[in-house]
């Protein structure tokens, strides 16, 4: 099954919040994080769907 976008979102806003970015997401929006803070929300996306078999 292929996720959607709006499934997508809800992973990359529950990966900021178990990092602690969420609110600086909420606040700024995605523009609003660093290139670290981007990339360790990407990584930590990847790795969930390599679990997932996606």
């Not at 959607?4 to 600086?24: F, N, P, R, V, W």
């Amino acid at each position: 099954m292929k996720k959607t976008s709006d499934d997508m979102e809800k992973l990359k806003l529950e990966i900021a919040e178990e990092i602690g970015l969420l609110d600086k997401v909420k606040i700024h929006g995605w523009a609003g994080l660093s290139a670290v803070e981007t990339g360790r929300i990407g990584g930590l996306l990847i790795q969930r769907k390599k679990r997932q078999g996606n």
